[in-house]
């Protein structure tokens, strides 16, 4: 019987072989060639197979993921927002709002039992590029007055002027900038009538 395969050997013979002195030599050195033997049964080949050569896998290079950081929106703002009220207004030369309109701001919410502490004014002109949304995720607003077109937020629904609407869960106010409202009267009853509601 020939076998190809030397390790099928234990499977076809289950008893232990021996080899003896004289053919130990045969099969120390393998390089040396096999002798012909006439007249005998074909013998069985057995050669010592290496052991199979496992390929260890490579340790996986990982490339640096890059870290997506959210930017962490900040806004410099007047008040503590105590009611969630935001008031947006829109002065490019000042830190937040002029101090006649501060004044004059502070006495219309003390008609609604509001103070300073009680909203946030936020001066857009310092945050030009801020989005509607972003400005709803800081301050969480549950009223909104935006004093002036200039004051509007980008991303925000229309507003129609001195009309509030709901926005969300937002009760939304666009009216006059506090510029255009001192002077006049008109604007100035519209703008009260619509804050009494807000």
Do not use: C
């Amino acid at each position: 019987m020939k076998v190809e395969n030397p390790v099928a050997l234990r499977f076809i013979l289950q008893d232990e072989l021996y080899l003896l002195k004289a053919d130990k030599a045969m099969y120390e050195n393998l390089a040396i060639a096999e002798p012909e033997i006439e007249n005998i049964a074909p013998a069985v080949t057995v050669t010592a197979s290496p052991p199979p050569v496992t390929k260890q896998p490579e340790p996986a290079v990982q490339s640096p993921v890059p870290e997506v950081k959210t930017p962490v929106v900040s806004f410099n703002y007047l008040g503590k927002n105590l009611k969630r009220f935001l008031v947006l207004v829109h002065y490019p030369e000042l830190e937040f709002i002029d101090d006649a309109h501060l004044a004059a701001l502070t006495n219309i919410i003390k008609r609604k039992d509001l103070s300073i502490d009680d909203i946030v004014i936020l001066n857009l002109a310092r945050h030009a590029s801020v989005q509607y949304n972003e400005l709803v995720n800081f301050f969480k607003p549950a009223r909104l007055l935006v004093l002036g077109k200039n004051a509007m937020p980008q991303g925000i629904a229309p507003l129609a002027l001195n009309a509030t609407r709901a926005l969300g869960d937002i009760t939304g106010l666009y009216s006059f900038a506090f510029g255009e409202m001192m002077d006049n009267v008109e604007h100035k009853k519209a703008f009260w009538e619509q804050m009494k509601t807000l």
